[in-house]
T-cell receptor
Framework: GENVEQHPSTLSVQEGDSAVIKCTYSDSASNYFPWYKQELGKRPQLIIDIRSNVGEKKDQRIAVTLNKTAKHFSLHITETQPEDSAVYFCAAIIQGAQKLVFGQGTRLTINP | DVKVTQSSRYLVKRTGEKVFLECVQDMDHENMFWYRQDPGLGLRLIYFSYDVKMKEKGDIPEGYSVSREKKERFSLILESASTNQTSMYLC?????????????FGPGTRLLVL
């Protein structure tokens, strides 16, 4: 089955700098890769996703890149702000499967 | 907007009690999931269901059972609660096969077993 590895487990950056979180997956049949943000005490919420037919997707300060050959995808946050502090989860799903496979999560802290 | 609700935000139970956690979604999603979330361990799948009365074990099903009698409702049952089941429990739902594999999460139930 699919396995997703996420790094780093914790990340601390200065406000205004960029943050990058990386995930690798094992099954080349995976074709959908969402990213979730979980603020303290709240539910995980989808912030951006990408499909395997696209190499990059942007939404304001957030972008996701996908390298199918290397089987890894990354979340990029530019011009970080205090409200970006949260736990971020990557996930992958194999085409036709019923469930997402999640990475272990990254705790991002933005220092003022 | 998808709405996933859970019956309680906080629960305190005693060891050995039978505990019911309920999840309801209003988007006619086929799939529903139960996860537990512990510090440093991410989201661990307990059980999921892809149709009424259908269920499949996830990664950590021991000590839990589930029930799905109606499409919109998915219950997690702790037959005899133990202290190591103290955790945050998250329910989620999704609709597969239509390009909408995104899971939508409920607000979570924080369970304390004494």
């Amino acid at each position: 089955g699919e396995n997703v590895e996420q790094h780093p487990s914790t990340l601390s950056v200065q406000e205004g700098d960029s943050a990058v979180i990386k995930c690798t997956y094992s099954d080349s049949a995976s074709n959908y890769f969402p990213w979730y943000k979980q603020e303290l005490g709240k539910r995980p919420q989808l912030i951006i996703d990408i499909r395997s037919n696209v190499g990059e997707k942007k939404d304001q300060r957030i972008a996701v890149t996908l390298n199918k050959t290397a089987k890894h995808f990354s979340l990029h946050i530019t011009e970080t702000q205090p409200e970006d502090s949260a736990v971020y989860f990557c996930a992958a799903i194999i085409q036709g499967a019923q469930k997402l496979v999640f990475g272990q999560g990254t705790r991002l802290t933005i220092n003022p | 907007d998808v709405k996933v609700t859970q019956s309680s935000r906080y629960l305190v139970k005693r060891t050995g009690e039978k505990v019911f956690l309920e999840c309801v979604q209003d988007m006619d999603h086929e799939n529903m999931f139960w996860y537990r979330q512990d510090p440093g361990l991410g989201l661990r799948l307990i059980y999921f269901s892809y149709d009424v009365k259908m269920k499949e074990k996830g990664d950590i099903p021991e000590g839990y059972s589930v029930s799905r009698e109606k499409k919109e409702r998915f219950s997690l049952i702790l037959e005899s609660a133990s202290t190591n089941q103290t955790s945050m429990y998250l329910c989620a739902s999704s609709s597969p096969g239509t390009g909408k594999e995104t899971q939508y999460f409920g607000p979570g139930t924080r369970l304390l077993v004494l």
